[in-house]
Protein backbone atom coordinates (compact mmCIF):
# COMPACT_ATOMS: atom_id res chain seq x y z
CA UNK A 1 0.00 0.00 0.00
CA UNK A 2 0.83 3.30 -0.79
CA UNK A 3 0.49 6.30 1.26
CA UNK A 4 0.87 10.09 0.60
CA UNK A 5 1.22 12.19 3.42
CA UNK A 6 1.87 15.69 4.15
CA UNK A 7 3.89 17.39 6.60
CA UNK A 8 2.23 20.99 6.76
CA UNK A 9 4.67 23.99 7.04
CA UNK A 10 6.14 24.12 10.49
CA UNK A 11 8.25 21.23 11.60
CA UNK A 12 5.95 19.82 13.89
CA UNK A 13 2.62 19.58 11.59
CA UNK A 14 2.13 16.36 10.81
CA UNK A 15 -0.82 14.26 12.34
CA UNK A 16 -0.91 11.98 15.00
CA UNK A 17 -2.14 9.36 12.48
CA UNK A 18 0.31 10.39 9.94
CA UNK A 19 2.69 9.76 12.54
CA UNK A 20 1.47 6.13 13.45
CA UNK A 21 0.65 5.01 10.56
CA UNK A 22 4.80 5.95 9.17
CA UNK A 23 5.87 3.55 11.73
CA UNK A 24 4.45 0.49 9.85
CA UNK A 25 5.70 1.73 6.80
CA UNK A 26 9.28 2.48 4.91
CA UNK A 27 9.68 6.15 4.52
CA UNK A 28 10.80 8.43 1.92
CA UNK A 29 10.61 12.47 1.38
CA UNK A 30 10.52 14.60 -1.54
CA UNK A 31 11.70 18.06 -0.89
CA UNK A 32 11.95 19.43 -3.84
CA UNK A 33 7.90 20.73 -4.89
CA UNK A 34 8.10 22.75 -1.29
CA UNK A 35 10.67 23.43 1.19
CA UNK A 36 11.30 21.16 3.54
CA UNK A 37 14.92 21.79 6.08
CA UNK A 38 16.51 19.27 8.00
CA UNK A 39 15.57 19.92 11.20
CA UNK A 40 12.23 18.97 10.15
CA UNK A 41 12.98 15.58 8.51
CA UNK A 42 15.02 15.17 12.07
CA UNK A 43 12.06 16.08 13.79
CA UNK A 44 9.73 12.92 11.90
CA UNK A 45 12.58 10.58 12.48
CA UNK A 46 12.74 10.72 15.98
CA UNK A 47 8.43 10.97 16.02
CA UNK A 48 8.82 7.66 14.00
CA UNK A 49 11.88 5.64 15.11
CA UNK A 50 12.96 5.30 11.85
CA UNK A 51 15.19 7.21 9.89
CA UNK A 52 14.10 9.30 6.12
CA UNK A 53 15.03 8.56 2.52
CA UNK A 54 15.08 11.54 0.74
CA UNK A 55 14.12 11.09 -2.56
CA UNK A 56 15.60 12.72 -5.80
CA UNK A 57 13.62 14.45 -8.91
CA UNK A 58 14.51 11.64 -10.67
CA UNK A 59 13.42 8.93 -8.70
CA UNK A 60 9.82 10.48 -8.57
CA UNK A 61 9.84 11.51 -11.98
CA UNK A 62 12.27 9.34 -13.76
CA UNK A 63 11.95 5.80 -11.51
CA UNK A 64 8.50 6.59 -10.01
CA UNK A 65 7.23 2.89 -11.02
CA UNK A 66 9.72 1.25 -9.32
CA UNK A 67 8.85 3.59 -6.19
CA UNK A 68 5.09 2.20 -6.58
CA UNK A 69 6.33 -1.08 -7.19
CA UNK A 70 7.30 -1.40 -3.74
CA UNK A 71 4.08 -0.96 -2.47
CA UNK A 72 2.93 -3.41 -3.79
CA UNK A 73 4.48 -5.84 -1.18
CA UNK A 74 4.89 -3.64 1.90
CA UNK A 75 3.62 -0.37 3.11
CA UNK A 76 5.81 2.59 1.66
CA UNK A 77 5.32 6.58 2.87
CA UNK A 78 5.82 9.66 0.96
CA UNK A 79 6.43 12.31 2.85
CA UNK A 80 5.28 15.55 0.93
CA UNK A 81 5.62 19.36 2.23
CA UNK A 82 2.66 21.37 2.82
CA UNK A 83 -0.92 19.27 1.55
CA UNK A 84 -0.64 16.44 -0.89
CA UNK A 85 -2.30 16.77 -4.22
CA UNK A 86 -1.27 20.21 -4.38
CA UNK A 87 2.15 19.89 -6.70
CA UNK A 88 1.45 18.04 -10.05
CA UNK A 89 4.18 15.75 -9.32
CA UNK A 90 1.76 14.27 -6.30
CA UNK A 91 -0.76 13.64 -8.77
CA UNK A 92 1.24 11.98 -10.96
CA UNK A 93 2.56 9.89 -8.10
CA UNK A 94 -1.19 8.48 -7.42
CA UNK A 95 -1.87 8.10 -10.99
CA UNK A 96 1.02 5.58 -11.41
CA UNK A 97 -0.28 3.57 -8.07
CA UNK A 98 -3.85 3.49 -9.48
CA UNK A 99 -2.68 1.98 -13.19
CA UNK A 100 -0.42 -0.60 -11.21
CA UNK A 101 -2.94 -1.44 -9.23
CA UNK A 102 -1.53 -0.18 -5.38
CA UNK A 103 -4.14 1.11 -3.00
CA UNK A 104 -3.44 4.46 -1.79
CA UNK A 105 -3.99 6.70 0.97
CA UNK A 106 -3.86 10.51 1.42
CA UNK A 107 -2.90 12.17 4.69
CA UNK A 108 -3.60 15.79 4.24
CA UNK A 109 -1.86 18.44 6.31
CA UNK A 110 -1.60 22.64 6.22
CA UNK A 111 -0.64 24.13 2.96
CA UNK A 112 0.97 27.14 2.16
CA UNK A 113 -1.86 28.42 -0.42
CA UNK A 114 -4.77 28.25 2.97
CA UNK A 115 -2.38 29.59 5.14
CA UNK A 116 -1.16 32.56 2.97
CA UNK A 117 -5.03 33.26 2.17
CA UNK A 118 -6.04 33.32 5.95
CA UNK A 119 -3.28 35.55 7.33
CA UNK A 120 -3.58 38.42 4.10
CA UNK A 121 -6.76 38.84 5.94
CA UNK A 122 -8.99 38.76 2.21
CA UNK A 123 -11.72 36.60 1.95
CA UNK A 124 -11.36 33.50 0.51
CA UNK A 125 -14.49 33.19 -2.29
CA UNK A 126 -12.69 36.31 -3.77
CA UNK A 127 -9.53 34.12 -5.24
CA UNK A 128 -9.29 33.64 -9.13
CA UNK A 129 -6.66 31.66 -11.05
CA UNK A 130 -2.82 30.73 -9.04
CA UNK A 131 -0.13 31.35 -11.52
CA UNK A 132 3.61 31.57 -10.87
CA UNK A 133 6.55 33.74 -11.73
CA UNK A 134 9.07 31.63 -13.24
CA UNK A 135 13.32 32.26 -13.18
CA UNK A 136 14.32 34.30 -16.40
CA UNK A 137 16.88 32.82 -18.46
CA UNK A 138 18.85 34.21 -21.64
CA UNK A 139 16.61 32.03 -23.38
CA UNK A 140 13.50 31.37 -21.39
CA UNK A 141 11.52 34.98 -20.12
CA UNK A 142 8.04 34.15 -19.46
CA UNK A 143 5.23 37.13 -18.75
CA UNK A 144 2.33 34.86 -19.69
CA UNK A 145 1.57 34.92 -15.55
CA UNK A 146 0.37 38.35 -16.10
CA UNK A 147 -2.69 37.65 -18.13
CA UNK A 148 -3.51 35.42 -15.25
CA UNK A 149 -3.30 38.81 -12.73
CA UNK A 150 -4.96 40.86 -15.64
CA UNK A 151 -7.89 38.74 -15.46
CA UNK A 152 -8.41 38.17 -11.83
CA UNK A 153 -8.48 42.23 -11.58
CA UNK A 154 -10.88 42.31 -14.46
CA UNK A 155 -13.51 40.34 -12.64
CA UNK A 156 -12.75 41.72 -9.23
CA UNK A 157 -10.25 38.93 -7.87
CA UNK A 158 -7.22 38.60 -5.87
CA UNK A 159 -4.54 36.59 -7.07
CA UNK A 160 -2.38 34.26 -5.42
CA UNK A 161 1.18 34.64 -7.61
CA UNK A 162 3.40 31.57 -6.15
CA UNK A 163 7.21 31.99 -6.89
CA UNK A 164 9.70 30.01 -8.87
CA UNK A 165 11.00 27.66 -6.21
CA UNK A 166 14.62 26.26 -7.02
CA UNK A 167 15.74 22.87 -4.21
CA UNK A 168 18.98 23.06 -4.86
CA UNK A 169 19.18 27.09 -3.18
CA UNK A 170 16.54 26.23 -1.12
CA UNK A 171 14.71 28.84 -1.54
CA UNK A 172 11.85 30.99 -3.61
CA UNK A 173 12.91 33.58 -6.56
CA UNK A 174 14.03 36.41 -4.90
CA UNK A 175 11.71 39.09 -4.40
CA UNK A 176 13.44 41.88 -6.44
CA UNK A 177 13.46 39.62 -9.51
CA UNK A 178 9.77 38.74 -9.14
CA UNK A 179 9.14 42.21 -8.70
CA UNK A 180 11.81 42.76 -11.60
CA UNK A 181 9.81 40.89 -13.83
CA UNK A 182 6.12 41.98 -12.90
CA UNK A 183 6.97 45.16 -13.91
CA UNK A 184 8.55 43.65 -17.17
CA UNK A 185 5.71 42.16 -18.09
CA UNK A 186 3.14 45.11 -16.99
CA UNK A 187 5.70 47.33 -19.71
CA UNK A 188 4.70 44.42 -22.26
CA UNK A 189 1.10 44.13 -21.56
CA UNK A 190 0.43 47.84 -21.18
CA UNK A 191 -2.58 47.16 -19.10
CA UNK A 192 -2.44 49.61 -16.21
CA UNK A 193 -2.16 46.57 -13.43
CA UNK A 194 1.45 47.22 -12.05
CA UNK A 195 2.72 50.24 -10.78
CA UNK A 196 5.39 51.28 -8.29
CA UNK A 197 2.11 52.13 -6.41
CA UNK A 198 0.62 48.84 -6.23
CA UNK A 199 0.01 47.44 -2.79
CA UNK A 200 1.17 43.48 -2.34
CA UNK A 201 0.93 41.19 -0.13
CA UNK A 202 4.72 39.00 0.23
CA UNK A 203 4.27 35.74 2.20
CA UNK A 204 7.89 33.96 3.44
CA UNK A 205 7.94 30.80 5.20
CA UNK A 206 4.54 31.02 6.28
CA UNK A 207 3.91 28.98 9.73
CA UNK A 208 7.56 28.41 10.05
CA UNK A 209 11.14 29.58 11.12
CA UNK A 210 12.35 32.75 9.74
CA UNK A 211 8.98 34.04 8.93
CA UNK A 212 7.51 37.23 7.31
CA UNK A 213 4.72 38.67 6.10
CA UNK A 214 4.39 42.49 4.50
CA UNK A 215 1.83 44.34 3.11
CA UNK A 216 3.67 47.05 1.05
CA UNK A 217 3.95 49.17 -2.03
CA UNK A 218 5.68 47.59 -4.53
CA UNK A 219 8.17 49.70 -4.47
CA UNK A 220 8.76 49.37 -0.87
CA UNK A 221 8.66 45.64 -1.61
CA UNK A 222 11.98 45.89 -3.91
CA UNK A 223 14.22 46.25 -0.40
CA UNK A 224 13.03 43.19 1.18
CA UNK A 225 15.66 41.01 1.66
CA UNK A 226 14.46 37.44 2.66
CA UNK A 227 15.97 34.05 3.47
CA UNK A 228 15.90 30.46 2.28
CA UNK A 229 12.09 29.24 1.83
CA UNK A 230 9.31 29.50 0.27
CA UNK A 231 7.78 32.98 -1.08
CA UNK A 232 4.28 34.15 -2.47
CA UNK A 233 2.99 37.24 -3.65
CA UNK A 234 -0.77 38.14 -3.38
CA UNK A 235 -1.91 41.14 -5.69
CA UNK A 236 -5.45 41.80 -4.76
CA UNK A 237 -8.16 43.52 -6.55
CA UNK A 238 -10.47 45.91 -4.85
CA UNK A 239 -10.44 45.36 -1.10
CA UNK A 240 -13.63 45.60 0.48
CA UNK A 241 -14.41 47.53 3.79
CA UNK A 242 -14.42 44.27 6.00
CA UNK A 243 -11.38 43.39 4.41
CA UNK A 244 -9.55 46.66 4.97
CA UNK A 245 -10.90 46.05 8.91
CA UNK A 246 -8.93 42.43 9.04
CA UNK A 247 -5.70 43.63 7.45
CA UNK A 248 -5.57 46.48 9.74
CA UNK A 249 -5.50 44.75 12.32
CA UNK A 250 -3.03 41.87 10.98
CA UNK A 251 -0.44 44.80 9.20
CA UNK A 252 0.78 48.07 9.61
CA UNK A 253 -1.10 49.69 6.87
Not at 27 to 34: D, G, H, N, Q
Not at 156 to 165: A, E, N
Request: proline content about 2%.
Amino acid sequence: MLFLIGTGLSYNDMSLSSIEICKSCDVYIERYTSYVNDKKIEFIERQIGKSITVLSRSDLEENLNEIVKLAKGRKIAILVGGDPLTATTHKIIFSEAAKQGVETKIYHSSSIISAAIGESGLDFYRFGQICTISRWSDKYKPVSFYETIERNFRNDLHSIVLLDYDPKQEKSLDINDAIEILEKAEAHYKKGVINETTRIFVIHNISMDGEEKHFTRLKQAKGLSLGNGMTLIIVPSKITDVEKETIASLYEV
